[in-house]
């Protein structure tokens, strides 16, 4: 069994191999070559973590595996990432484990790397203004990805705690983005996409505030009650996601479903787009949303590639189980 850990991830994964890889599976998913299984996560009532598993196979890949891990909200006190991950994959073929992959920064790769995806297949070609609600340790990881998946010209940010904001920010400063520090209402008014990253559990963004032809990237809804945005703007939408099983249940669309304001059948897996079984935006008018709920397959084939690559560099640890 071979371990790659955290410390190794950064220089063997890049942004663009992990939109790659993303991307491939998201495709793999909607022609039924991969698929995930049903995910457990739970409140540990205990150092107020959520904990749990995701898994599935990439029969195209060969991936196969779980990621174990959550969220530790105290974690940031301590030096620590709030998120704690760690993949384990299994030979499909034996059911053998095969790696043990550090996967903080992986998870961080892939989850900038599904907005990003539906950015690039769901935006404006137009669209010049990046709109930013969030700004903790995964808002710096979307930012970069969306700024290589499109043009943008300047982004403008919001974020419940706004002595956060200057680190994302800097971040813009750094790729060479102006950033600017708005109002929730001016936002809607100038991004033409929206990426929304907060572990927020009410909605933030309202219908009112978003403009025809914004694209939306909701990526902080995750778990069961969590919501970004307005379940009437989530209605008002043409609906993507990852999964759309996890999509009604933990997604950004749960509440609009509850409500009974959409039923599954409208949302579009982002894979049927990418094959091009689905067209996608088919106006420069309709507000598209993409509900980017994180499925296991997404940090399957990212931990793959890095013990692939760990591999033919020589630097994966070798241990026996
Ligand atoms: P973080 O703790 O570093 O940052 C949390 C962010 O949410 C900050 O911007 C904070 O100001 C904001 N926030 C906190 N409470 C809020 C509230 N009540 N209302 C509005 N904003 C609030 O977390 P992070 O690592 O940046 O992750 C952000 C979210 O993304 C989390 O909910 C996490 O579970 C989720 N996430 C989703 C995926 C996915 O695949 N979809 C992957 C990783 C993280």
Known sequence: MLIVP????ADLVTAEAAYEAVEAVFAAMARGDARNFPVVREALGHADALYGFKSGFDRAGLALGLKSGGYWPGNMAKGLTNHQSTVVLFDPDTGQPSALVGGNLLTALRTAAASAVAIKRLARKDAKVLGMIGAGHQATFQLRAAAKAHPFERMVGWNLHPE???KLAAVADEIGLPFEAVTLVQLGQQADVIITITSSFAPILK????R????LSCMGTDTVGKQEVESGLVAAAKLFTDEVAQSITLGECQHAITEDLINEAVITPIGAVINGDHQGRSSDDEITLFDGTGVGLQDLVVAAMAV?????AGVALEFEI
Do not use: S
């Open 6 to 9: 955290e410390r190794l991830i």
């Open 164 to 166: 956060m904001l200057p």
């Open 207 to 210: 219908r009112a505030q978003v």
């Open 212 to 215: 025809p032809g914004t694209h």
């Open 308 to 312: 692939e690559r760990a591999k033919a």
